[in-house]
């Protein structure tokens, strides 16, 4: 039985595009006892997931960068999290694909706020039995488990291989995965820019510089391929797939393991206010396209020699 008292101290992720709703909802669940973090877009939700230790995802249907059932798929792919999209549309159609993506709650517009807070712990009492149920079950299996023979203990880990490969299968149809590359952490320079022909173009010229380079076409396959190879140096377009590149530079300045990572802009914007609120931000360094081998080779040096 879970207790209420066990639902306390829980620790939510509040993501919402409306900072007035991120404050109200983050104050209210506060004031329940819940610890909350808050993020404005789905971006910095998927990249909080995995190292956040989360007990529930609480997404508002106005967080842009992704559509919320994308949004849900991909965090399904990293945790069994609960998700609770609000306050979403009434419409049917919305509804189930929200569930079929994995949402386990979906509030539509005009619920009372109370009620979305009850909701909130309901979501989390059957997500706590669920897991003391599967907990209890797996101690009666272990309990009644016997000796198989070698044979059968080869069978079972042949099943459990094509369990796998169909898993890691699942996994790779998605865009935003990183890219396998054969490079020691540390040692790279990413490229994140949606444009193939442009991105092509910095990674050559990086090659010729000696440069190992990887490289990234979305804002989130960039977070992600950061996380695997801990590039010495990101440059990152600003205008990018699921969210922009400011919002890419501040999910890295803002995580401890990433903070130091040196980043470099490589636009077609050249606007002061783009430039300043980059700046704003900690970069290394701003450069407006087109590239020229002799310009990115004393600038990658530069940025590459504050890295070290």
């Not at 386990?104 to 979305?116: A, M």
């Not at 393991?257 to 636009?267: A, Q």
Request: proline residues 5%.
């Amino acid at each position: 039985m879970v207790s209420p008292q066990s639902l306390l101290k829980r620790n939510i992720l509040v993501a919402a595009g409306s900072f007035e709703s991120r404050l109200a909802i983050s104050a209210a669940l506060t004031e329940r006892g819940y610890d909350v973090s808050a993020v404005s877009n789905g971006l910095a939700a998927y990249t909080a997931i995995p190292d956040g230790g989360f007990d529930l995802l609480l997404l508002s249907a106005d967080t842009p960068g992704f559509e919320v059932p994308e949004l849900c798929r991909l965090v399904r792919e990293l945790s069994p999290v609960p998700i609770i999209i609000y306050p979403g549309s009434d419409q049917m159609g919305s509804r189930l694909e929200a569930f079929e993506a994995g949402a386990d709650d979906y509030i539509v517009h005009g619920i009372e706020f109370e009620e979305v807070l009850a909701r909130v712990t309901a979501v989390l009492r059957r997500f706590e039995s669920r897991n003391e149920q599967e907990k209890q079950q797996g101690d009666e299996d272990e309990a009644l488990a016997v000796t198989d023979s070698a044979a059968e203990t080869g069978d079972a880990k042949g099943e459990d291989s094509d369990h796998q490969a169909k898993d890691s299968k699942l996994t790779a149809r998605y865009l935003n995965r990183p890219k396998e590359y054969d490079v020691e952490p540390g040692t790279s320079v990413l490229v994140v820019d949606p444009n193939a022909e442009a991105r092509n173009y910095t990674v050559r010229l990086l090659s010729k510089l000696g440069h190992e380079v990887i490289e990234a076409e979305t804002g989130l396959q960039g977070a992600l391929t950061v996380r695997k190879y801990m590039p010495k140096l990101v440059m990152t377009e600003l205008n990018l797939k699921y969210g922009d590149g400011f919002e890419l530079i501040r999910v890295l300045k803002s995580h401890p393991k990433t903070e130091n990572i040196k980043v470099m802009v490589v636009t077609e914007n050249g606007s002061p206010e783009y430039l300043e609120k980059a700046r704003s931000l900690g970069i290394a360094d701003y450069i407006v396209k087109p590239l020229s081998l002799p310009e990115l080779s004393i600038r990658s040096d530069w940025a590459l020699d504050q890295a070290a």
